[in-house]
């Protein structure tokens, strides 16, 4: 059987391999995943509707296909970061330190 790049297969079981940006790559079980990344807090909560309030806190995206999330290292480095994962494939496409840019999503 032929295995993505970033599994490995141990004992029967494949175990993903996630690149830390400040650490490198780990094993999958180094990691916890946060949600969604890239929102915003409002700039004016005193002046938005309960409505639009809850939708920041609890509406969140859930797409077939590629996310942003935010994971930390918490048996590494316990440092936050954010990753690009295609959700149908489960593949991580790409890991980045807070603060950089979004990357663009490929239409390949
Ligand atoms: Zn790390």
Redesign the pocket.
């Known amino acids: 059987m032929k295995l993505q790049r970033q599994q490995l297969l141990i004992n029967n079981f494949f175990m993903f391999i996630i690149n830390?940006p400040?650490?490198g790559e780990?094993d999958q079980t180094e990691f916890t995943c946060h949600g969604e990344a890239h929102i915003a807090r409002p700039d004016n909560p005193s002046e938005i509707s309960d409505e639009e309030w809850g939708r920041y806190l609890f509406f969140r995206e859930n797409p077939k296909g590629t996310h942003f999330e935010r994971w930390t290292?918490d048996h590494?480095?316990r440092?936050w970061f954010n990753v690009m994962r295609d959700t149908v494939t489960d593949q991580i496409i790409k890991t980045y330190k807070m603060g950089e840019a979004k990357p663009e999503i490929s239409n390949e």
């Open positions: 830390c400040y650490c780990r290292h590494g480095c440092r």
